[in-house]
Each structure stands twice: as C-alpha cells, then as structure tokens.
C-alpha cells in the first residue's frame, strides 16, 4: 500500500503536480465570464484592491471575489500605467492581488536579460525552476532557448525576457483567460518600457494573447507579424515554444527555419553593427 502510494506521489510529481492549493478542487476556467469581458479593454472604475502588505504573511488568497474581471484588469491597467520604469513595474506587480496565481506560486518571476536590448522574448508561463529562481527560462526549456539564441549570436546579454504570466501555475497547468488577462496590462507596459524593435513571441498561448489572434502558432510562425502596443506596431515573430520542440524534436527543423528569419531581420535593420 505504502509502495503504491509513494508511486502515485511520484508520478504527480513527474507529470508537474507538486503542491496541494486546497482540500477541494476548483474549475479556474468556469470562473472565466462567458461573455469574455476580460478581453475587452474598456475602462471601469477600479475600486482600491487590498495591497500585499495588508493581507499579512503569505498564505493561500485567492483575488477578492467581489471584484469582477472588468474591475480586476482597470485596476492592472491604471498600476500598470502609472510605473515609469521597469522597477516601478515589478513593485507594482509585486503589490497586484488580482490574479490568484500568485497566492500558489513561491515567487514573482518579472524579467531576465538587457532591458535595453532591441530584441524582447516573451513565453508563457513560468515552471517549477523559474518559480524556485524568480528568473524566466533557466530550467530545460530554458536552456534549450540559451542554445537557440547562441545558434544565432545572441544571448541573455542582448536580449531581454519575460512571461505574458508571471505567476507559476499550479502543476504547469496552462494559465486561465483570466488569470492572462489580469497580467496582461503589466506584460503590455513591459513591452512598452523595453521598447523592443522586434518582439519574439515564444508558442502559441504568448503569441495569441500579445497579438490578439486564434491562429494556431504553425500558422502564425515563419512569416513577420505586428504587435501593437504604446502607440507603434513592433515586429513580431512566433516561434515554436522550447518546452513543445523538447517534446517534438523532429520541429527543431521549423525552429531552425524561424531563427534564420530572425537573424536575417537583425542584420536588416542592423541591430548590432557596433557591438
Ligand atoms: N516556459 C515559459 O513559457 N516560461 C518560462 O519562464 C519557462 C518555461
């Protein structure tokens, strides 16, 4: 008995399953309105939300119910806007109580790289090792990314990187519409701060929520996109996520095919010339 449990265990773990949130399980997607007000941008009086400090140590919150996505995302929006800087931004987002992901992660994971750099990554999620690092993409996936970015002369020096969720999610589990849409004010300001000339968009959750597209990511890769965002279209490519082609080597073909696309984009508009 105590063998077949230790086995359960282990397999939880290994499929990603590593923290119990709570004694009952919980549908994070049906919480998401059916009528999608998430999406819309429309602004809404935003009533105060509890900051961190007043919540007390951490332990397991969830976003105040009372609030609804609308106000939830015009509260991201004016904290968002009003950071001047990146630093400014990682506090406020630190201070953000309206996506309930950060009530399971261990920690904030904000950004990595050169937040100067004219190149800008951004992925999903992070994993359990960025969770435990606080930095994006340093666990497999990442290291593979640090390999395709070497294929093609760059590296964390002359990029930067960041999530479209900064928050873990329990498990690995895909982050909900809701949970994006809370974050994605706090991602669109980075974009805005970093003032990247090409933005990379790494699998299909980052490049259908930042280019506000369905497209499936083998449809959006291999060809120039436009992310719009602090009054200018930026550049965008869609690449294949690291984490799908450690599951699919056979795509490091396609991969391949998208950093030659970007190293030649690079070397259009001359990017690193005087390096
Ligand atoms: N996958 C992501 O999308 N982001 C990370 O930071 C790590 C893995």
Redesign the pocket.
């Known amino acids: 008995m105590t063998q077949r449990l230790a086995g359960l265990l282990r397999w939880y773990a290994d499929v990603g399953v590593d923290l119990a949130v709570d004694a009952v399980p919980h549908d994070r997607f049906a919480e998401t309105p059916a009528n999608s007000e998430v999406t819309s941008y429309a602004r809404q009086p935003a009533p105060p939300l509890p900051s961190a400090a007043a919540a007390g140590p951490r332990v397991m919150r969830e976003a105040p119910p009372a609030l609804t996505a609308g106000a939830i995302e015009a509260a991201a929006l004016d904290s968002a806007a009003a950071a001047q800087n990146l630093d400014d931004l990682r506090d406020s987002l630190s201070r953000f109580e309206g996506c309930g992901l950060k009530a399971t992660a261990t920690r904030l994971?904000f950004g990595d790289g050169n937040p100067d750099a004219e190149i800008m990554i951004v992925?999903?999620?992070?994993?359990a090792d960025?969770d435990r690092q606080g930095v994006?993409?340093v666990?497999r996936?990442?290291q593979l990314l640090d390999k395709m970015l070497a294929s093609i002369d760059l590296d964390r020096s002359k990029v930067y990187i960041a999530?479209v969720v900064p928050w873990r999610p329990p498990g690995n589990r895909t982050p909900t519409p809701l949970e994006t849409a809370a974050c994605l004010p706090f991602t669109r300001r980075q974009i805005e701060l970093v003032d990247p000339k090409i933005l990379v968009c790494?699998?299909a959750a980052a490049a259908q929520t930042l280019l506000g597209t369905k497209e499936g990511i083998m449809r959006m890769r291999g060809r120039w996109l436009s992310y719009a965002g602090g009054g200018k279209d930026i550049r965008a490519a869609a690449l294949l996520?690291p984490?799908y082609l450690l599951r699919q080597p056979a795509q490091k073909r396609l991969a391949w095919q998208d950093l030659r696309m970007l190293a030649k984009e690079i070397k259009r508009l001359q990017l690193f010339v005087n390096d």
Not at 123 to 127: D, F, S, W
Request: proline share 12%; no cysteine.
């Open positions: 994971v992925g999903e999620a992070p994993g960025e994006p993409f666990g996936a990442g999530n790494l699998g996520h984490a």
